[in-house]
């Protein structure tokens, strides 16, 4: 079966041809007490037995998590099966028939809040499938989830308009640090919100390239920090409690969800607890014989109070996977040159997928952006950074070709329609979209009421996160001819 | 029957030679191995020589050799993970361009009939194209992860900008650029060997290919282009490559190599059973199901694995060899 993950995770890989001794790489820690002789182990129907202390006490079996896989150099795509197991779609009609789940750490919980989180882009996916409007599409899907048990649908955003301003304001940050320093590592700063590349980077490229990802969580792990820690409060219920499902246009979205990163020792649990794909979601229809058209109407939640918007998909300027190197680039025009009313001009480089917009000033260019999709650009990008070649101050890298919309988990095109066409009219769709603007009244009140306002030690500590180059190992045994 | 005539054999490496490969004009080749050294090779008066030995270029075993087109430029690739390019603008042979990208080993590398364009594949089971894009400077075009396995041998089309590979897989795929979008594309997957696929050649009109593999057998394919004549199925706007003839029995372990002589029409195989063998296709052969003659077995080649052959591109029936015992051969075929 060829791998789901973005081409850029599939690089990642080392092989698949596993020798026999290196099946798992990853020790494991086994409690034991010291014995004189070594321990007499006896293979029985159930399971193994540990018998050297007289009496037969079963083995723990040993099972590698995610997170584990997450933070070893080997395999990667074995740990497909690991994922499987916990972000499936049949993990989630379980946790909605039982109201149980068991978290990565292998805890059972009892689940009161069962919230769903829909991202634009995979909506737009089965609006296009199912040729609904973006409108019905969402108030199907609503519907759909609901009649499957979710308490809550919610749209996402807030979290993309608390992505975006967090972003832009680390860059401001970014940009004062590199003229203080020109030495230091502080542009470009690279979008960080593609887990496919992330997951690259910390793989391949490790520390030579982290300094510049931006520590801006993506919109995902910070509709998990809202949903955890703010909503459950308003909802009387403890984080663990809830059960976090996030609607994502790529499976590279699983990973993100598992990184230890987001898991939160406090609240015992992880931001986002399941992560469902478009094709996901397709094949759940396919499998009860419905088109999303059958499903019951239903409608988003309202569940920030009387300043939120109404409730749906927003788009947003620039491009397909939220916008990124536009809404930096113009407030950074504006707060660092007084530039306001910028028009943005894209010139494709050397092929569409990799963009790019300057700003002048005075016939002097002062601000250089790029958007770079897919992993073919993502290596020239890397390759200039590490010939001290790059011009850019920002760069909106994707791991897919055309980005988000083009997601890895994204409805396949039907039989005779071509990939390309199938992006175009889902780019039209989004363009489409009420468009949204992050500075919100909602965004500024959950600043100064949740986070003890912009730039305080706890918007950083919620709304940011870190990156960890991950060592090679290389083994002889990996050798082949 | 033709015999393989010993011109000369070179001992110049330490360990395994893995490649060698002509120049374009035929004059100068360059051979790499495990040493990792490239070794260039000139015929003076009646010997062939070592006129250059570039080092430091590599830190690891060196795969690959590969002249560009025009001869001015050597790529070699190496399981560091590098492919380097040579040239001497400065006077002698130097380094002036890696192209790093691949996650671990890089087993081939290859110039397209341009010269503009550069294929490299490896143990991370991908292909990259990159373009040239200025002096020394090289872009990636494509990373194309069509394969599910490691990838051992890229070739391209003799004229055209088509790219095929080999794996692991047991496959061969072809790509193109889509124009589109400047990506290129998987184009077709050609299914037929029992086991690992290691090298690849085009003939001179690039109609068809001739493959070599773990199983023993090599294979050659005839693309048939959407109007085809024959009748035969073509799905959409690709040409369908079908399998029209399967040389077995004649090679008693696997066949490392395969090289289609462009001006003579000769196929010449590398086989781990030490033995180089020469075909020839039948004066009467049948350009849908085609036959091909052993026309000459030379045993003992070399005392362990031939791991290539290569034709001289001027068609004068020489032939490179070069084997695991260290050994680099050129042989004169005597009709």
């Known amino acids: ?481 | 029957m033709a015999r393989l005539e010993l011109v000369q054999s070179l001992n110049g490496h330490k360990g395994i030679v893995w490649n060698v490969s002509w120049h374009p004009q035929g004059k100068i080749f360059a051979s790499c191995g495990e040493d990792k050294t490239i070794k260039l090779w000139s015929n003076e008066g009646q010997e062939w020589i070592i006129k250059t030995v570039l080092v430091d270029g590599h830190q690891r075993t060196i795969r690959e050799v590969a002249w560009s087109p025009c001869g001015n430029f050597l790529a070699s690739a190496s399981f560091d993970a590098t492919t380097a390019i040579w040239d001497k603008k400065s006077g002698q042979f130097e380094c002036n361009a890696t192209l790093e990208g691949h996650e671990n080993e890089v087993k081939s590398v290859a110039w397209s009939s341009s010269g503009q364009l550069l294929a490299t594949c490896g143990r991370d089971k991908s292909v990259w194209v990159w373009e040239v894009a200025g002096e020394d400077e090289y872009e990636c075009e494509s990373v194309l992860n069509a394969h599910n396995q490691d990838v051992k041998k890229v070739a391209w089309h003799p004229t055209s900008d088509v790219l095929a590979s080999a794996s692991y897989d047991n496959t061969v795929k072809m790509y193109k650029e889509d124009p589109a979008d400047n990506d290129w594309t998987c184009i077709a997957t050609l299914q037929s060997h029992e086991s690992t696929v290691w090298s690849l050649a085009f003939d001179k009109t690039g109609e068809r290919l001739a493959t070599c593999s773990d199983d023993r057998t090599v294979k050659i394919w005839k693309e048939y282009k959407p109007d085809n004549q024959e009748g035969v199925i073509v799905t959409g706007r690709e040409s369908t490559w079908k399998c029209v003839c399967t040389l077995s029995g004649f090679h008693t372990r696997c066949i490392y190599d395969i090289a289609w002589c462009h001006k003579t029409g000769l196929l010449a195989t590398a086989c781990g059973d030490d033995i180089i063998r020469i075909f020839k296709e039948s004066e009467d052969s049948d350009p849908n199901a085609p036959t091909f003659e052993l026309i000459c077995t030379k045993l003992d080649a070399h005392s362990q694995d031939v791991n290539c052959v290569t034709w001289n591109p001027i068609g004068n029936q020489e032939l490179l060899s070069c084997s695991d015992n260290g050994e680099i051969k050129i042989w004169k075929l005597m009709e």
Request: with cysteine; hydrophobic share 35%; proline share 5%.
């Open chain 1, 1 to 481: 079966m060829a791998s789901r993950f973005s081409g850029a995770l599939q690089l990642t890989d080392l092989d698949d041809f596993i020798t026999p001794s290196q099946e798992c790489i990853k020790p494991v820690k086994i409690e034991k007490t010291k014995t004189k002789t070594g321990a007499k182990i006896k293979i029985g129907d159930d399971g193994y037995f540990d018998i050297s202390s007289g009496k037969e006490q079963k083995l723990q079996k040993v099972e590698i998590t995610l997170a584990d896989c997450l933070a070893c150099s080997g395999c990667i795509t074995s740990a497909e099966s690991v994922l499987v197991t916990r972000q499936s779609q049949e993990e989630l009609l379980r946790v909605f028939s039982e109201r149980k789940y068991t978290d990565n750490k292998g805890v059972t919980k009892n689940v009161s809040l069962v919230v769903i989180s829909l991202s634009p882009q995979p909506l737009l996916s089965l609006a296009t499938r199912y040729k609904l409007s973006p409108e019905d599409a969402t108030s199907k899907l609503a519907g759909y989830f609901k009649s499957l048990g979710a308490d809550l649908v919610l749209d996402m955003t807030i979290a993309e308009d608390l992505s975006l301003l967090e972003a832009q304001q680390e860059f401001l940050q970014r940009y004062q640090d590199q003229q203080n320093d020109p030495t230091s590592k502080n542009l470009p700063m690279l979008a960080s919100s593609c887990p496919g590349f992330v997951c690259y980077a910390e793989k391949t490229h490790g520390n030579f390239i982290l300094p510049y990802i931006s520590t801006t969580k993506s919109p995902q792990q910070i509709m998990g920090s809202l949903v955890k820690q703010y909503l459950s409060k308003t909802k009387e219920v403890t984080p663990g409690e809830v059960y976090h499902v996030t609607f994502m246009p790529c499976y590279d979205k699983k990973l993100e969800a598992s990184r230890e990163d987001f898991y939160s020792e406090m609240l015992n649990c992880h931001d986002v607890d399941c992560v469902i794909t478009a094709i996901e979601v397709e094949q759940m229809l396919g499998n009860s014989n419905m088109s999303l058209s059958d499903a019951p109407a239903g409608s988003l939640d309202a569940a920030w109070g009387a300043d939120e918007g109404p409730p749906g998909p927003r788009g947003r300027a620039g491009s397909g996977s939220g916008g990124y190197a536009d809404h930096i680039f113009v407030h950074a025009a504006q707060q660092l040159f007084g530039e306001s009313n910028v028009q943005l001009v894209y010139r494709n480089l050397r092929n569409p997928d990799f963009r790019e917009v300057t700003l002048e000033k005075d016939g002097k260019e002062v601000l250089r952006f790029a958007i770079a999709n897919g992993f073919r650009n993502i290596q020239n990008l890397v390759q200039k950074l590490k010939r001290g070649k790059s011009p850019y101050h920002y760069v909106e890298v994707m791991a897919c070709p055309s980005g988000c919309l083009n997601g890895g988990a994204q409805v396949r095109p039907v039989t005779g329609e071509s990939g390309r066409e199938l992006v175009l009219q889902l780019e039209a769709m989004y363009a489409a979209l009420p468009r949204a603007s992050p500075d919100t009244r909602l965004a500024k009140r959950l600043y100064s009421e949740w986070l003890d306002g912009k730039d305080s030690d706890k918007a950083k500590a919620i709304l940011h996160t870190g990156y960890h180059a991950v060592e090679k190992s290389d083994i002889a045994l990996n050798i082949k001819w």
